[in-house]
């Protein structure tokens, strides 16, 4: 299994353009999520979803938005990048809460740099 | 609102020493309680976990403490090792939903 993958691994964008932050498992996990880590922030959730076709927001969703068509995958749109989305994104997915809910599996992350 | 806090942004052991990371919360909600290491250029892992309802967990060198009066909890590492050398992450759910609320994180320097 490759677990969660994440492309790509580098991102340098101008204000205002668009782009498309891709993530897959392989282990059929219901629950994945985005999150951000920020200096002195931690991470924090972005958005997430717990099976295909439903999606919902998590603590900072502005300017995010996404999609949940498969199982399999769940990409990060940014619609018009601004320099605080500058940031490292994080996937990760999981079973839900109850089945081994502990063991959520983050991917390698993408460092994002908006100029 | 930090609702997750670790207030030492970082620490420094010697190797065979013991390493204690602390963490503190402010969300009597929160019932089940994770620590997650992260080296660099790499996502965090999984390291241990403790529901609410123990007030200790153990696997291997690592220990996590729960004080649910204090709100507070700590990953006690022994021995310390320069491989443990990461950032730590305490990360806490509520009951019903996948959702992490994580902490600033606390780096850990384990020296020779």
């Known amino acids: 299994n490759a677990g969660v993958t994440q492309t790509p691994k580098f991102q340098v964008l101008k204000t205002g353009q668009s782009m498309t932050l891709q993530c897959a498992q392989d282990?059929?996990?219901?629950?994945m999520s985005w999150y951000r880590q920020d200096p002195g922030m931690g991470l924090r959730l972005i958005h997430y979803s717990v099976g295909a076709g439903i999606t919902d927001q998590g603590e900072v969703p502005n300017g995010y938005n996404v999609s949940r068509s498969t199982t399999e995958d769940f990409p990060l749109r940014l619609l018009s990048a601004a320099p605080s989305q500058t940031s490292v994104y994080f996937c990760?997915?999981?079973?839900?809460?109850?089945?081994?809910?502990?063991?959520?599996?983050f991917g390698p992350g993408t460092r994002l740099t908006v100029l | 609102d930090q609702q997750v806090k670790q207030n030492s942004p970082s620490l420094s052991v010697q190797e065979g020493r013991i390493s204690i990371l602390n963490c503190d919360y402010t969300n009597s909600m929160f019932d089940y309680f994770l620590w997650y290491k992260k080296y660099p250029a790499e996502g965090p892992t999984f390291l241990i976990s403790i529901s609410s309802i123990k007030d200790k967990n153990e696997d291997g060198r690592f220990t996590v403490f729960l004080n649910k009066s204090a709100k507070h909890l700590s990953l006690h590492i022994v021995p310390s090792q320069p491989g443990d050398s990461a950032v730590y992450f305490c990360a806490a759910y509520t009951g019903g939903g996948n959702k992490l609320t994580f902490g600033t994180g606390t780096q850990l320097k384990v020296e020779l």
């Open positions: 990760a997915s999981s079973h839900p809460t109850g089945v081994a809910a502990d063991t959520q599996y």
């Open positions: 282990m059929n996990h219901e629950y």
